[in-house]
């Protein structure tokens, strides 16, 4: 939060302060008899000195008492035929050194420093009141000749100890609603790491896959060059090249070599990030499924869809399962399921454990996949799917699914329903479950 951020946000606050605390003095209530009343204004100030961080309490208590006194002033206008504008300030300006007083002494004490101990907050309130009562009743006392009773002083002690137990309420609200808030931007962040992760992870099979490809070229290159060597050798008139074939074969296999290299060294690293596992790693079904949920009912809004979203759970379900290749394959699917779906739909996630192996279903009510598409469509390039430029996916993500599965020694089955299409993925357990 910038400079400029900051500070409107507390000119805001003392604005709402400064509006709200002379109102509140007048919401009151007597819960004991006719004398004994209790308003809301102290908690509400205590309430609002906690939330400035930058505005000095002693300025706010200024500004405060000042606007107590002129609210009431101007209610005894209104509401009293005659009226003196001399009297009425005669009678309420001593309220200006309760909410001086109090905001004061929260200055001194910077009770800022507590924030974390509720209990000892409220004790503070009570003290500061009580203190503050005795202040504006000495000016009472002297403005006014008003009697101080020990019966007066018993009923401002109790009231005090009404208003600590308001702003103890208040401040535990406060602190209930900063924790919600905190936790859900916790959430938010777990969920964004999760699947950024879990792309990495993806990132991770691919470049697996190529790093296969390129060992495997550099090898045919190679072998083209030993090849080339051994037929030059047995050429008697051979042809005249700046460079001979033989070379070029070799540098290009040097040049794979290198760039099987370098991809190690990614993949290496992108290893080590991922292999490190730990308990956070693993979630059970329950827990995978509302992720995934939340993740695609953003998708779905964000591409304007209408989509409601359905899991089930079968047979035990209580295994821990690993989070990223869960994600990585149920995630392809599920945003794939998104896209299918032309407005409005459902989406039904379901998971089952049968004996050693765990299944993966994912079924959506949308036009199904064409008959002249359903033997390619796990064929690396291959989509149906283009944007308003006209411009195609890469269409990596189903074939991404079914290396993954293949390797994990599982498979993957696709067919359309009378509603649109299921694809289910069977995979033995002990490749998702955690370790030990």
């Keep these: 939060m910038n400079l400029s951020t900051l500070m409107k946000k507390e000119v805001n606050i003392l604005a709402l302060m400064l509006l709200t605390v002379p109102l509140a003095g007048e919401l009151s209530f007597y819960p004991l008899n006719e004398t004994f ?9 205590f309430f609002f000195l906690l939330l400035l961080q930058k505005t000095p309490a002693i300025f706010s208590g200024f500004l405060t008492g000042t606007m107590v006194v002129v609210f009431r002033i101007l209610i005894d206008f209104f509401m009293h035929d005659s009226f003196s504008w001399a009297s009425a300030f005669q009678i309420h300006y001593p309220s200006f050194f309760f909410y001086f007083t109090y905001c004061f002494l929260f200055y001194l004490v910077k009770i800022n420093r507590f924030q974390n101990r509720s209990l000892l907050i409220g004790f503070i309130g009570l003290i500061i009141e009580i203190l503050s009562d005795s202040v504006e009743l000495i000016f009472q006392y002297i403005v006014l000749e008003t009697t101080i009773t020990l019966g007066s002083l018993n009923e401002m002690i109790m009231i005090a100890f009404a208003h600590s137990f308001i702003v103890l309420s208040f401040f535990n609200m406060m602190k209930l609603y900063e924790a919600q808030s905190r936790e859900r931007q916790i959430t938010k962040q777990n969920e964004h790491m999760l699947m950024l992760i879990s792309n990495l992870y993806e990132e991770t099979i691919h470049l697996k896959k190529t790093l296969k490809n390129a060992e495997n070229i550099t090898k045919k290159s190679y072998d083209l060059y030993r090849d080339l060597k051994a037929l ?12 001979p074939y033989s070379q070029k074969a070799l540098r290009i296999a040097g040049e794979m070599h290198e760039v099987k290299k370098d991809n190690q060294r990614i ?77 409005k739909g459902i989406v039904r996630l379901s998971l089952g454990e049968v004996h050693d192996h765990v299944e993966f279903k994912v079924a959506d009510t949308g036009p199904g996949i064409p008959q ?5 469509i796990f064929k690396p390039g291959f989509t149906s799917k283009y944007d308003h430029f006209g411009t195609p996916s890469t269409g990596i993500g189903l074939s991404y699914v079914k290396e993954v599965v293949k390797e994990l020694g599982g498979d993957i089955l696709f067919e359309n329903s009378f509603d649109g299409a299921i694809f289910s993925i069977r995979l033995p357990i002990h490749k998702l479950v955690q370790k030990g």
């Design 232 to 243: 030059e050798k047995r050429d008697k008139h051979p042809h005249v090249h700046p460079e």
């Design 37 to 45: 009343r209790v308003s809301f204004g102290p908690p509400v100030l």
């Design 372 to 376: 002249k598409y359903q033997t390619v």
């Design 267 to 343: 993949f290496a690293g992108l290893s080590k990030l991922i292999s490190n596992e730990s308990f956070k790693d693993y979630m059970n079904a329950a827990e995978l499924f509302h992720l995934i949920i939340r993740i695609n009912e953003k998708y779905a809004l964000s591409l304007g869809k209408d989509i409601q979203f359905e899991y089930s759970l079968e047979g035990k379900n209580d295994s821990p399962y690993h989070v990223y290749t869960v994600l990585s394959l149920f995630n392809n699917l599920v945003a794939n399921a998104v896209e299918a779906i032309k407005e």
